[in-house]
T-cell receptor, first 115, second 115 residues
Framework: NAGVMQNPRHLVRRRGQEARLRCSPM?????VYWYRQLPEEGLKFMVY????????ESGMPKERFSAEFPKEGPSILRIQQVVRGDSAAYFC?????????????FGPGTRLTVL | TQLLEQSPQFLSIQEGENLTVYCNSS?????LQWYRQEPGEGPVLLVT?????EVKKLKRLTFQFGDARKDSSLHITAAQPGDTGLYLC???????????????FGQGTILTVHP
């Protein structure tokens, strides 16, 4: 059973470009969470999605960031007009259910560098 | 607002010593998960504790969830150089009527075990 997959593992963008990060959850998991880990900081929740629905985006910056989890295909975190402060590791996690007692399994992350 | 205080932030010990990492909060959690993260990789789940007072053992690692489900500890017996890494605690809380597992992470403990 394959784990959570993320691609690309490393992404370099120039200021003003768009970054698209992809996440394929574990087989059988329909709940996806995105977290961001800034240098020298801990992981911070960004958004929680189910298929075709955004459930909680309270951790997402108000501008330039968006996320989706379509009926078919991976979940995508999109960052428009990237700035240097967006440089970070972005992790996706998935779980089979949405209860607070459920374990989340993390992918290897995408490391975004903005030049 | 930092809901999970993890301590110590850094721990440097000799092989064979014992150590304890603490995770404390004023909030009640539905579950508490411990992860280990290697440089350049995503967090890897060690254990999930759900019940207040629960104790789980994983070889030389012992995890405890506080009776009130507000705190947790990780104890490592006879540490080995292979235990070196970043240890993270993360709590999931039910959010007023909507139960889902958005994780709040502690700041992490960087453990170094010297041979």
């Amino acid at each position: 059973n394959a784990g959570v997959m993320q691609n690309p593992r490393h992404l370099v963008r120039r200021r003003g470009q768009e970054a698209r990060l992809r996440c394929s959850p574990m087989k059988g998991h329909s709940h996806v969470y995105w977290y961001r880990q800034l240098p020298e900081e801990g992981l911070k929740f960004m958004v929680y999605l189910q298929k075709e629905n955004i459930i909680d985006e309270s951790g997402m910056p108000k501008e330039r960031f968006s996320a989706e989890f379509p009926k078919e295909g991976p979940s995508i975190l999109r960052i428009q007009q990237v700035v240097r402060g967006d440089s970070a590791a972005y992790f996706c996690a998935s779980s089979p259910f949405s209860k607070g007692t459920d374990t989340q399994y993390f992918g290897p992350g995408t490391r975004l560098t903005v030049l | 607002t930092q809901l999970l205080e993890q301590s110590p932030q850094f721990l440097s010990i000799q092989e064979g010593e014992n150590l304890t990492v603490y995770c404390n909060s004023s909030s009640v959690f539905s579950s508490l998960q411990w992860y280990r993260q290697e440089p350049g990789e995503g967090p890897v789940l060690l254990v999930t504790v759900v019940t207040g007072g629960e104790v789980k053992k994983l070889k030389r690692l012992t995890f405890q969830f506080g009776d009130a489900r507000k705190d947790s500890s990780l104890h490592i017996t006879a540490a080995q150089p292979g235990d070196t890494g970043l240890y993270l605690c993360a709590g999931a809380r039910d959010a007023g009527g909507t139960s889902y597992g958005k994780l709040t992470f502690g700041q992490g403990t960087i453990l170094t075990v010297h041979p």
